[in-house]
């Protein structure tokens, strides 16, 4: 068993406890939001979750433990730790059997490392701070995670102050992406990662920058909170420091003027060692691990050591703020180095899954393996008829045709081979305008960055060392290897792994062109990189599927009923004025030592003379707005009290969460009240849903939405069943029904309804649109875990004098579940409501033993539908 898997276990144990922490408690107030945001647009996916939870299960049940001893604590017997360190038998043996002589060689002797291949288990050993691996396939998301990570360290931070969370983040971007992940991270929606309260907060105070080309300081104020730098690993490294000859004496050999460039940090590197409680995240994180594990890990590794102790013992120069690595987090989706899995990963999403689960695209029995035997000629004309015979209709749902790239090892290949293309291209009547090459000797770039876009002219890209790592192209269904590659450094996976990007409401296939040979090249460096083989991979089909569901019927009028309606109410209390004392918590603060020099020459400390803050700040006036608005006060009354205690007229942010506490404590009074109101429930929210223009320039409203496969026969397109439904129903289109009984009886319902339609107004099914965002009708109910969930009934049949039969669809086995289980709870809180509208609604709960409702079944729906003929 591997760390991965078994810490997975332990996870899981503690999402089924619900994120419990004594301690921290808050933590699981952030991860349920995360699960179940009340966001419309965007929530975190299931590898984001999954990764985020386990980033929190290692801070705080495990208490951020370095990896090493995170092995010891998981595999407490010395078989099992070997084992999933991946330490032979003979290898121990050599060690006498002796478990930390074992260690102390592996960390010394380079030699022993080889003839073991134990390169990662070294790499983990040697690293003196806590370090993690966070395994996901391509296109799960793995910036956006990055994102997720720091917005809940902020907010634990701001939680709680002075424990240790993270109130800075360094972000490596892959190569010269540092602009695209920067707007990925200023674009993404944190409010759909901290709940309401926390994410106010965290958006008022959070810096985020990038190092530019040419500015050799980053401009973040040193000892500074809640900044967020994106850079790479060119612009944030230890350098040799250039000293010119002219400088020096002509006296000093080459030697001497060797040893005078000495390491220092660049002036980027000191601005974020000053910066407290520092993480570091690494995205595409095998750019210092796995394949270039040996001079790109050297550098990023003293990069981060210095970042660890920017000061070792010995050295004269300090700051008044210095920083405190808590962690570094690496993201990746290659997590093997020649076979060995790296043994940092703590959560492995592979690419295997990705495709079972929908995010990436299938390409099962679609790699065309090709024995061209040198005619590269013949090759790419089957290439490109092929191509567009297979994929020349095709398009993703936002109207973006299929696209193919076509990678070529040099550019005087592509010289070579693209009248090959042109040629044939012509043949089958085609433009050879739809080309466009981008390498060193023709850029191109504006043409490639628009290859992806709707807009763009162009299908075919012909590309020499480019559009292979980070390059998201959804419309790219098919990659072609121009000729037989041998390289080892996993080009023909970066490749032909580009067209595998995935969107809502595409089931197509993707498509790779290979050689024989390159296939080979391609099942040896899934190995390697993935630990997969080709057939493993590739022979898999999806779990889960994306699709777009559109509004049909945008305007339907609402469900008028009586609802017991719960509310938190202030009890009246006298209007006392707001008392606050100044916080000392979450105060950064250096300090000034007066030294005086002893009779042995060394210096000692006599005094501290003075303290030095240096903090981010709110004006009073905005921070007595800003609680005054929250907690309803007067704000000038506000503004006074806290002028009394910060008379330089500001406060640090930091202080803000502890002002907020200190008022609420002081107003907060409350009690819960039920009543009986009149509401109007929409059935749909269009606000819920994404609004564009369709090319008749009509308004429509979208989301996307995900369902087994196995479901694939139960998505129902209002265009396929328009004769026998009629007009009734498809209030939005397709229906994704969860089980077989439910679709028969919206069947059975159809043929009785369109024989005799009389005063019937229409039959909704509701039980797959859940998102309180998208419909008002769900029925609040209390679960097994104590806390309140939200239930919505599966059909709603709408007479036109308003009355409504509500229908819950369940198997025959789920019959004898206890009414204090959970199916149970939510009956009895659906017949609380009916109870309080016995003039409109009704509520049957169907048990149907196969896959179709028997006529019995349907009888109570008849009556009713018979009660207004």
């Not at 396939?137 to 931070?157: N, S, V």
């Not at 230890?238 to 000093?252: G, V, W």
């Not at 492995?348 to 000629?377: C, P, T």
């Not at 709110?618 to 007067?634: G, K, N």
Request: net charge negative; hydrophobic share 35%.
């Amino acid at each position: 068993m591997q760390l991965f898997e078994a810490l997975s276990m332990h996870v899981a144990a503690w999402r089924e406890e619900n994120y419990k922490h004594d301690e921290f408690p808050a933590i699981a107030e952030i991860l349920e939001w995360a699960h179940q945001p009340d966001v419309p647009t965007f929530r975190l996916r299931a590898p984001q979750l999954r990764a985020l939870e386990t980033y929190w299960y290692l801070r705080l049940a495990e208490k951020t433990p370095h990896i090493f001893d995170l092995y010891q604590s998981l595999f407490p017997k010395k078989k099992d730790l070997l084992e999933a360190f991946g330490i032979p038998d003979e290898a121990f043996a050599r060690a006498d059997y002796d478990l930390d002589s074992l260690v102390e060689t592996i960390k010394s002797d380079g030699d022993f490392v080889k003839e073991f291949h134990l390169e990662t288990v070294r790499e983990t050993l040697t690293l003196d701070y806590p370090s993690y691996i966070l395994a996901l396939a391509m296109g799960a998301g793995k910036t956006i995670l990055i994102g997720a990570i720091f917005a809940t360290e902020f907010a634990m931070a701001q939680e709680y102050p002075d424990n240790g969370f993270v109130e800075n983040a360094l972000v490596f971007a892959p190569g010269k992406t540092i602009i695209e992940s920067l707007r990925e991270l200023a674009e993404m929606k944190y409010e759909a990662v901290l709940p309401p309260r926390m994410y106010k907060s965290f958006a008022a105070t959070l810096k985020l920058t990038f190092t530019r080309d040419g500015d050799p300081d980053i401009p973040v104020t040193r000892g500074s909170s809640w900044n967020v730098i994106v850079t790479n690993t060119e612009k944030i490294r230890i350098q040799k420091e250039t000293i010119r000859k002219s400088d020096m004496p002509t006296l000093f050999s080459r030697e001497r003027e060797d040893e005078a460039k000495t390491e220092v940090a660049n002036l980027r590197l000191q601005a974020i060692a000053s910066l407290p409680k520092l993480a570091i995240f690494s995205d595409e994180a095998h750019h210092t691990y796995g394949q270039a594990m040996d001079e790109d890990l050297k550098k990023v590794r003293k990069t981060v050591d210095y970042l660890s102790n920017p000061h070792p013992e010995g050295s004269e120069k300090r700051e008044a703020h210095e920083s405190q690595l808590v962690c570094v987090v690496n993201t990746t989706g290659t997590p093997f180095f020649q076979k060995q899995p790296l043994r940092d990963v703590v959560i492995w999403y592979g690419l295997s899954e990705g495709i079972r689960d929908g995010i990436l695209k299938e390409v099962a029995g679609n790699i065309y393996g090709i024995d061209f035997q040198g005619n590269e000629k013949e090759y790419l004309s089957f290439v490109v008829e092929d191509f567009f015979k297979t994929y020349g209709e095709v398009a993703l749902p936002d109207g973006t045709p299929a696209k193919l790239a076509i990678f070529f090892p040099q550019t005087d290949d592509v010289a070579e081979l693209r009248p090959i293309i042109e040629t044939t291209l012509t043949k089958i009547g085609l433009s050879p305008a739809l080309i466009v090459e981008h390498h060193t000797k023709k850029e191109n770039k504006a043409d490639f960055d628009r290859f992806k876009s709707k807009d763009s002219p162009h299908r075919i890209a012909l590309l020499v060392d480019r559009g292979v790592e980070g390059w998201n192209v959804p419309a790219l269904f098919a990659c072609a290897l121009a000729r037989q590659l041998k390289s080892s450094n996993n080009f023909v996976l970066q490749a032909a792994s580009r067209c595998l990007r995935q969107v809502a409401g595409n089931d197509t296939k993707a498509r790779i062109y290979l050689s024989l040979e390159n296939k080979n090249v391609l099942d040896r460096q899934l190995q390697e990189t993935y630990g997969e083989t080709f057939a493993g991979l590739f022979g898999g089909e999806s779990r889960s599927k994306q699709t777009i569901i559109s509004l049909r019927k945008v305007d339907l009028p609402p469900l008028v009923v009586q609802k017991t309606v719960r509310t938190v109410q202030p009890i009246p209390k006298e209007n006392e004025p707001i008392h606050l004392t100044h916080p000392t918590i979450g105060m950064d603060k250096g300090k000034v030592i007066a030294f005086t020099p002893s009779e042995g020459g060394k210096l000692l400390a006599a005094k501290e003379v003075a303290e030095l803050y240096n903090m981010d700040s709110f004006d009073l006036y905005a921070t007595a707005q800003d609680l005054a608005r929250t907690y309803r006060l007067e704000a000038f009354e506000l503004l006074s009290e806290l002028r009394r205690i910060y008379p330089e007229e500001t406060s640090p942010v930091s202080h803000y969460a502890e002002l907020a506490k200190q008022i609420e404590r002081q107003t907060s009074q409350y009690e819960t009240v039920e009543e009986k109101v009149e509401v109007a429930l929409a059935l749909v929210k269009k606000e819920g849903f994404d609004k564009s223009m369709d090319a008749k320039g009509n308004e429509t409203y979208t989301a996307e939405i995900s369902y087994p496969i196995d479901r694939d026969d139960l998505l129902i397109q209002y265009e396929a069943w328009q004769k026998q439904a009629g007009k009734f129903g498809f209030h939005y289109s397709p229906y994704n029904f969860d089980s077989k009984p439910e679709l028969n009886f919206f069947e059975t319902l159809l043929q009785s309804l369109n024989q005799e339609p009389s005063d019937v107004e229409d039959i909704y099914f509701t039980g797959a649109l859940t998102d309180a965002k998208k419909t008002d009708f769900f029925i609040e109910y209390r679960g097994m875990d104590g806390r309140m969930h939200n239930y919505t009934p599966d059909f709603v049949i709408r007479r036109k004098d308003g009355k409504c039969l509500i229908v819950e669809i369940k198997r025959e086995k789920e019959r004898t579940d206890d009414i204090d289980g959970e199916h149970g709870k939510k009956a009895m809180e659906t017949r609380k409501w009916v109870d309080l509208n016995p003039d409109k609604l009704k509520y049957q709960m169907i048990f149907v033993k196969g896959d179709a409702v028997g006529s019995d079944d349907t009888l109570l729906a008849k009556e009713f539908l018979d009660e207004s003929r």
